[in-house]
């Protein structure tokens, strides 16, 4: 039984963290966030397409679907916006249509 209970919270946690999540928040400190993330000029050079959404409800994790929030124990990940590609974990470009948005984004 114990051990039933520590694999369902190990898939847990591995499930939440490597799916990137639809409610994030910025970060001050690189250290604070879970993912540091450049911005692309170009949809070819990310890894990921977000669209970001009106309303936390439209935002769900590997959707591509993005909420900001504001507060750090409102969101699924924190990210840390950083200016060069090569600092990042994830490269996103922001999409004008949510049909647009990659259904996942895994690197």
Do not use: E
């Not at 946690?13 to 690189?30: E, N, R, V, W």
């Not at 604070?32 to 911005?39: E, G, L, P, S, T």
């Amino acid at each position: 039984m114990r051990l039933k209970i520590i694999l369902l919270s190990l898939l847990f946690l591995l499930s939440s963290s490597a799916t990137y999540a639809g409610k994030f928040y910025i970060t001050d400190y690189p250290m604070q966030a879970d993912y540091k993330v450049y911005i692309t000029n170009y949809a070819m050079q990310a890894d990921c397409k977000v669209y970001l959404v009106d309303y936390s409800m439209q935002a769900r994790r590997g959707s591509g679907k993005w909420f900001r929030v504001n507060y750090a124990m409102q969101a699924d990940i924190k990210i840390h916006i950083v200016n060069y590609a090569m600092q990042a974990d994830l490269k996103i470009f922001f999409v004008d249509h949510s049909m647009q948005a990659s259904s996942s984004c895994y690197r």
